[in-house]
Structure formats: C-alpha cells, structure tokens
C-alpha cells in the first residue's frame, strides 16, 4: 500500500502547457486517495504545480531542502512539514526513507540523477518500492528507448527494465505503482547475470 510518494519533477515549468496539467492531476489524485506527496520543498515550477494541488484537495505535503534552497526562499510556504537537510545527498537519502514509491514528472539534471538513484538502489536491492515516470507528451520516450537499447546490446536485463513503469496518465500511474512487485532474483543470482563465466 502506497501511503507516501516522492515525487521527482523540475523546478519549472517547461513549455509545454501539459507538465503543469499533469502535475496538477497527479496532485489530486494523491489527495483523494489519501497519499502524502514528498517532494524537493520548492514553491516554483512543477514542484510548486503537484504540492498545490495536494494542498488543495486537503492532503499532506511533506518538502525536504537543502538550508542553501531555503535561504534562498525557495521553499513552498504552505506545505504540512518542512524536513531541512544539510546536503542534496541527503535530501534524496530522506526522500527515500520517508516514501513508500517513486515517480518523476519531466524535470532536468536533477530529476534524472534522482530517478536513476532509485533506480539502482532498486537493482541493487537497497529497497523493494516501485519506480515510475509520467511520460506526459511523449517526454521520455527518449529515455526509455534508451533503456530498451540497453537490453538489446545485453547490459540490462529485461528483469531490471521493468523496474522502471511509465504511464501517461495520474491514475495510471497510482494503480500501476500499487501493482508492481520487484524480481524475485537479485541480478547476480540469476543465470543471465553471467555470461562464459565472466559478470556482465
């Protein structure tokens, strides 16, 4: 049962008049379904988009901060709890801790470094919590091109690409996270982890 989701997305809004809709939706379905948002804090772009729209339909936000964001008055003023960390590693640290899943709305650098992290914590079985991306417009199918390469050319596994879901659409993405269960075999216990005797 996913009763709190980090939420990874950028810190503006992009030009697509459809991340912030998307952001938006996603916000209200947490709320109706009684999900607690934990996010990156900020009060801008489609951070500011997904928490208002949690606010708004009476559920709980937590933001978590680096103190040089806060200083900055960064910060989303509204949210039900403020966690101020020291550091961006452990800002992702927190947000992993506190959150039952992850997903990420399109975003930059940093939304990449921090989907990819949990990703490999994922692989690496430093957590058993679904994985996601909105792909709203089409916006990472680059990304998971990329990923379905990988496991043609034999450095993923078609097990450890599934890890990652991605849906278009709020509530497709709610169920599909409540779904999803992880590879019953770590990747060095499995067979196809090596290769004439050698690790791949």
Known sequence: MIQSLA???GSSTGADSRFVEMASALGAVMAEREVRLVYGGGGVGLMGAVADAVLAGGGEVMGVIPQFLQDKELG???VTEMVVVETMHERKTAMMEYSDAFIALPGGYG???ELFEVLAW???QLHAKPVGVMNVGGYYDGLLTC???MVSDGLLRQAERE???ACPSAEG???ALAAWSPPKLAKWEDPEFWT???LR
């Open 7 to 9: 939420v990874y997305c």
């Open 122 to 124: 994922s692989q690496l």
């Open 111 to 113: 939304t990449l470094e």
């Open 173 to 175: 993405a709610m169920d």
């Open 196 to 198: 004439e005797g050698e």
């Open 163 to 165: 890890r990652l879901i």
């Open 147 to 149: 990923l379905d390469r």
């Open 76 to 78: 989303h003023k509204g």
